[in-house]
T-cell receptor, first 119, second 113 residues
Framework: SAVISQKPSRDICQRGTSLTIQCQVD?????MFWYRQQPGQSLTLIATANQGSEATYESGFVIDKFPISRPNLTFSTLTVSNMSPEDSSIYLCSVEELAGGSLFSGEQYFGPGTRLTVT | RKEVEQDPGPFNVPEGATVAFNCTYSNSASQSFFWYRQDCRKEPKLLMS???SGNEDGRFTAQLNRASQYISLLIRDSKLSDSATYLCAVNRRLTGGGNKLTFGTGTQLKVEL
């Protein structure tokens, strides 16, 4: 499976500031996603990062708060804007690889995550 | 009702025991199913995929019951290293293209000596 890296691995930020998280994949992937995992909770999909077009956001997440870029098939960024302590979470990117031909398997592989603490 | 539900546990079992987790899902349009393992402060790692009735990989067996809308994960001969949180995930193809993966809250397993 693809090797996925994220930067930074962790950060402590002040409220009102913004943080951009990078996700780099070692091979071209069609589907990239951003998730949030709050303390003691499961993963929640924030958005699908679409290459060359605007991201597709899930209910409860908006572009102004979580702008996403996807300039090519190996890289994406997620910005957490105007942060508040409620944004303290682990942010993970994931990729979905083809099962064979053009059929997407649904299998997703995750990066190591970015642990964000907002004070 | 949550889209994907799991018993949070913890399940405390002795080494060598057999343990099973269930996961129920509410959307009958769900097409594929996964079990992920997540260690403390790590990212989830794909453990097993289930596309039809079931899948077996060594000590791990996953089964799907579409009629009752649940999947299960059976771990035989538990090892200390199996201690982790096991996340169930359910995939649904979207009408506009792409997939959506929805996760349960996870079941915590502790294997003890």
């Amino acid at each position: 499976s693809a090797v996925i890296s994220q930067k930074p691995s962790r950060d402590i930020c002040q409220r009102g500031t913004s943080l951009t998280i990078q996700c780099q994949v070692d091979s071209q992937v069609t589907m990239m996603f951003w998730y949030r995992q709050q303390p003691g909770q499961s993963l929640t999909l924030i958005a699908t990062a679409n290459q060359g077009s605007e991201a597709t956001y899930e209910s409860g997440f908006v572009i102004d708060k979580f702008p996403i870029s996807r300039p090519n098939l190996t890289f994406s960024t997620l910005t957490v804007s105007n942060m508040s302590p409620e944004d303290s979470s682990i942010y993970l990117c994931s990729v979905e690889e083809l099962a064979g031909g053009s059929l997407f398997s649904g299998e997703q592989y995750f990066g190591p995550g970015t642990r964000l603490t907002v004070t | 009702r949550k889209e994907v539900e799991q018993d949070p546990g913890p399940f405390n079992v002795p080494e060598g025991a057999t343990v099973a987790f269930n996961c129920t899902y509410s959307n009958s349009a769900s097409q594929s199913f996964f079990w992920y393992r997540q260690d403390c402060r790590k990212e989830p790692k794909l453990l097993m995929s289930v596309y039809s009735s079931g899948n077996e990989d060594g000590r791990f067996t996953a089964q799907l019951n579409r009629a009752s809308q649940y999947i299960s994960l059976l771990i035989r001969d538990s090892k200390l290293s199996d201690s982790a949180t096991y996340l169930c995930a359910v995939n649904r193809r979207l009408t506009g293209g792409g997939n959506k993966l929805t996760f349960g809250t996870g079941t915590q397993l502790k294997v003890e000596l």
